[in-house]
DNA sequence: TCCATATTTCAATGATAATTTAAATATTGA
DNA sequence: TCAATATTTAAATTATCATTGAAATATGGA
């Protein structure tokens, strides 16, 4: 993962209302949740400023939509999520063993692949 | 840990110079480095941007700093690493088995408990 | 086709964060 | 105590991001 990459991701979730709805899509799944049902989740409204940081999250790689009948979903874009979190705790203490792990969400539905990496 | 907590501590990631010093910081361990070292190994000038970049490390909790002789040094708070990716991850897919782990990362040279969590 | 629901877009304003420049503080050794 | 190294602080400018308010687009059902 790239710096400018990994940065445009923190700077997205640097947001309460981003983070929040990251975090309800990281507990929804791949099949995610349209914009109504998150908003009524976080108990903020469905307007313009909740679309503006959906989009935020998505430009940033952590989230995709889709269209399904008049509904959007909006679901955990999980590879990236992955990415980024080893991004940050990449070669931690130096190599040196320290029960480094490098995070990983994969949702059952789609794969059951473990995601457990070298510890190297 | 809280939403407040954590979107300090995103937003204080986001920033490319900030990010390379935490990245690096991960990597140097528990005693950290000094500004000056920071400074070469990024290819920063040690001013008054880096001084200001890192004490915002500092103040989202991510980092801790030292004064030792003439040098100030600059060390990860790993705990509150952890706390975040935690937070990033927590209930992934809504706790059905999705290989979901949280991440952590703690120097060898203080603690060698193993960082592993119920994976629920 | 017309209305209602669902979501997005846009332009303007207001709020925050980063860089610059310059001066200040702290520690060590001569 | 003077000079040198190491790092921080502060005020002002510039850049970036978020909210507001209102209009626009899309889909499905009457």
């Known amino acids: ?32 949740l349209p914009v109504g049902r998150i908003a009524e989740e ?15 999250l998505v430009a940033a790689g952590l989230a995709v939509s889709r269209q399904e009948g008049r509904f959007v979903y909006y679901a955990t874009q999980y590879e990236a999520m992955n990415a980024l979190l080893q991004f940050l705790t990449e070669d ?11 995070a990983a969400c994969a949702p059952a539905a789609k794969t059951k ?7 190297a």
Chains 1, 2 share one sequence.
């Open 1 to 32: 993962m790239e710096l400018t990459t990994a940065t445009a991701a923190l700077g997205a979730l640097a947001h309460e209302t981003r983070l929040q709805v990251f975090r309800l899509l990281v507990r929804a799944g791949r099949e995610g």
């Open 42 to 56: 976080l108990g903020v409204a469905a307007d313009g400023r909740l679309s503006f940081h959906l989009k935020e």
């Open 92 to 102: 931690c203490c130096g190599g040196v063993p320290c029960d480094a792990e490098a």
């Open 113 to 119: 692949t473990a995601s457990r990496r070298k510890s």
